[in-house]
């Protein structure tokens, strides 16, 4: 069974940086596409970045240019770095595994912009 789990989230000013982790564990971890979707409260869950197995990135519009995706895979570890924050980042960050027809999702980790 894949289980999920992020850190790194918090409050941070805007304008600062905070980098979120999401550790796999369970299976194979190099052969799953990761993502991180973000959430406020009352609405949907929003794609925020993914990267494949083969290392193929991809961006919503709002946070290319600030956040970068990336993996580690001998750490079964995914990344996003997150810089020049806004408060619009303001949300609830969740880490997602795919494979195949198999998702996985982490429990969130709030990350707050605010001065």
């Known amino acids: 069974q894949v289980q999920l789990a992020e850190s790194g989230g918090g409050l941070v000013q805007p304008g600062g940086s905070l980098r979120l982790s999401c550790k796999q564990s369970?299976?194979?971890?190099?052969?799953?596409?990761m993502g991180w979707y973000r959430q406020d409260p009352g609405k949907q869950r929003d794609l925020v970045a993914t990267?494949?197995?083969?290392?193929?990135?991809n961006y919503a519009d709002s946070v290319k240019g600030r956040f970068t995706i990336s993996r580690d895979n001998m750490k079964n570890t995914v990344y996003l770095q997150m810089n020049g924050l806004k408060s619009e980042d303001t949300a609830v960050y969740y880490c997602?595994?795919?494979?195949?027809?198999?998702?996985?999702w982490g429990q969130g980790t709030q990350v707050t912009v605010s001065s």
């Open positions: 990267i494949s197995s083969d290392g193929t990135t």
């Open positions: 997602n595994s795919v494979r195949g027809f198999r998702t996985y």
């Open positions: 369970g299976s194979t971890f190099s052969v799953y596409a």
